[in-house]
């Protein structure tokens, strides 16, 4: 045990003072929810986005038209995401809108103002005002400022109804989430917390572990540690403990900024999520083990173990649900661990994105774990170097 | 040997061991297809696939049928509120729709930050849609909706995604290799051995740094074709201006990778820098999430980092953008003697001969 220790200490502090261990395990994964929650976190309450938008007013807006102005007005500025920018002509803005440096194009073209009294008078909707919104498929900024400025005159009509009929009805509107209980109740930074943990636990598990064992039995590292009294199950244990300390440290971190900068729901200090952020940690340590077993060479762990920390984090739904993806890569999603373990977590937070049950959750990372185990287990001697 | 059979010798080896080294192999072209194929499949590389899906229960045969004419979203109608929700726990809708006396239930998943605006503009056209049925609210405003190109045709958000993935793939293979070559060589003592044979340094430069470029260009060639196969990509670049970008902007990257080489004296400390510049870049230069997107300090950022140009010039010569003649020349330029500079500064220091 005390060779284990020492072993482990040693491990631990060359770690701690190499750069890209450090970096990785400890700094990445506050740098990475800093920036997903600077990114995602307000999009939908829309606060921190601004888009620019081009008007281009071919008529004076008078009489019900002022109402277009109103909508515009509210919309933009500190009131609303839009910053508006005039426009003389529609080519002007619309070149403007092919070199980026506005996001959408509204036209609101001569004769709106009297279309309006018009369509309003004779209460028909033959006679319409057609404004024009030019945006640019592909471009996400574009498509969202598009989409928003639909919202916001798709109840333009209804509004101008409301001022014109005194027994207008209004209907009541409920919105609630599968996810939580009550649809406000959901916050971005608490739905992406149990991802970011979860990709420091993959750093360990994937990237670091295996790379280390092969890199270590490639070096003839491992050799020379087998000619001093070091066994090779002591050097494994003493690796483990290293890869789970700073996976530990890393958390320990990443709990200490979430809990003070962000509105972490406080949740993730129970009992229940730290075991199931731990289940986490123990099922996904064979893995790593599982590709060292199955991978000859240091530079092709590093690859594979790429692919599968890209694969496991996005797939995952680490950082956002996938709900919309083709057949085969449901197969994937439906297959890896990362999409059990994440879910666990976030329903312990009172989030559930999938039909999975409960039991499923655990099922599926304990079957990869056994495989896992049993794959290393056949492989003990080749992986570290002492047959 | 001359200058240009030194060259040719020194060119004829990198390039030999850059497509024989499989990890760089992996990370110039690999690693960039990996992203293209995981991000055009989720955010919408096929247009079936970005759709939103909406399911609909109502006992009100003419809401009902008010439902099937709103436009913008695929509506799914079911037989129950029931049957509603459970097909989006399924996955098979996004949005669960129940009208019931003047009352409108909208049921969603939340978490996903690409489906917000589609999901919220839908609930908009719904609410303005039901409502004005029971109020004989007549439409007397149309807000057309009008795609326009911002290049040579309209584009999806794969050729978004693709053209963000070759700016990273261009930095990937610009900056670690001079960091491979400048930190590691020397630190080896492989430069030194190199300063005691005959051979010119502008020709261990030009041979070395060739084979960059060809690795770039491979690159975009491949991520190219892989985007047209799985996305049926619309995209027909201009291939001299691809050219000149992919070249210019290999030679930014590159000195990007050099003034790091200066900067660090441990070629670890230098790749280790470069890790931290890459992933700031990935997440703030506009290759996968608009620069709208991201806070205003991050914006700022953005104008400053090398990448964000690199993409905006992809684009451009890929007709996916509009770019000025001038901005197209003016970044080229930059690029291209900001690498010339410190390609020359640093052989002068690390090549020259005692």
Known sequence: ?????????????????????????????????????????????????????????????????????????????????????????????????????????????????????????????????????????????????????????????????????????????????????????????????PGVLLMTVLIVTLMDSPYTLTFSRDSGLNRKLY?????????????????????????????????????????????????????????????????????????????????????????????????????????IIHTIPTTYLVELMRRVLGYKFSDMSNYMLLLVPILWATGATIIFSFNFKKVMAYE | MNKIKQTLVIFAAFFKESFRNKLEFFFSLGFPILFLVMFGFLFGGQESASALRVGFFSQDDSIASTMKNLKGFELKTYNSVDGTLKALENNEIELAVYFHDEKIKFTIKEGNPALEGEINTAISAIVSAIEGKLNGVKKIIDLKKIPVSSGSFITTESDY????????????????????????????????????????????????????????????????????????????????????????????????????????????????????LFIVMTFASGVYFPIAFLPEFMKKLSMFLPVTYTVRLIRGAMGIIELSKNEFFFVNVVFAVLGILLLVTVSKLFLKAH
């Open chain 1, 227 to 331: 000619s001093t009294p070091i066994s090779p199950l002591q050097y494994l244990i003493a690796n483990i403990l290293k890869a789970v300390s700073m996976n530990i440290l890393g958390v320990v971190l990443l709990y200490i900024v979430a809990l003070s900068f962000y509105p972490v729901d406080n949740k993730i200090l129970s009992l229940k999520f730290i075991g199931a952020f731990f289940f986490s940690l123990v099922t996904m340590l064979p893995f790593g083990l599982m590709i060292a077993s199955l991978v000859k060479k240091a530079s092709a762990v590093v690859a594979i173990s790429q692919i599968l920390f890209q694969t496991m984090m996005f797939l995952g739904g680490l950082y956002f649900p996938i709900t919309n993806a083709p057949p085969a890569m449901k197969v």
């Open chain 2, 161 to 276: 995604i693709m053209s963000g993935v070759i700016g990273i793939s261009i930095l990937s293979s610009g900056m670690f290799a001079v960091i491979s070559i400048f930190g590691r060589y020397r630190k080896r003592g492989i430069l030194n051995r190199l300063r005691a044979t005959p051979m010119s340094p502008i020709a261990f430069i030009i041979g070395s740094t060739l084979t960059r470029f060809i690795v770039s260009v491979f690159s975009v060639f491949i991520i190219m074709l892989v985007n047209k196969l799985l996305f049926a990509s619309k995209i027909v670049p201009e291939f001299v201006p691809l050219l000149i970008v992919v070249i210019c902007s290999t030679m930014g990257m590159m000195a990007l990778g050099l003034l790091l080489v200066l900067i660090f004296k441990e070629p670890q400390s230098a790749q280790s820098a470069g890790s931290v």
């Open chain 1, 1 to 193: 045990m005390k060779r284990i220790l020492t072993l482990w200490k040693a491990f631990l502090r060359s770690d701690l003072r190499e750069f890209e261990s450090f970096f990785w395990s400890l700094l990445f994964p506050i740098i990475l929810f800093f920036i997903l929650s600077s990114i995602f976190g307000n999009l939908d309450s829309e606060a921190g986005i601004n888009f620019k938008i081009g008007v281009v007013r071919e008529e004076k807006l008078t009489g019900l038209g002022v109402i277009i102005d109103e909508v515009l007005k509210s919309t933009s500025g500190e009131e609303g995401p839009f910053v508006i920018r005039e426009f003389p002509t529609i080519e002007e803005a619309k070149d403007a809108l092919k070199k980026g440096s506005i996001e959408l194009v509204m036209r609101i073209p001569k004769g709106t103002s009297s279309k309006l009294a018009a369509a309003t008078l004779l209460k028909t909707s033959v006679i319409k005002s057609e404004l024009e919104m030019f945006y640019i498929p592909g471009n996400q900024s574009s498509e969202i400022a598009a989409d928003i400025m639909s919202s916001v005159f798709n109840q333009v009509d209804l509004e101008i109804a409301k001022r014109k009929n005194p027994d207008y009805s209004s209907v009541e509107i409920v919105k609630n989430s599968l996810t939580t209980e009550k649809a406000e109740e959901f916050s971005y930074v608490t739905f992406l917390f």
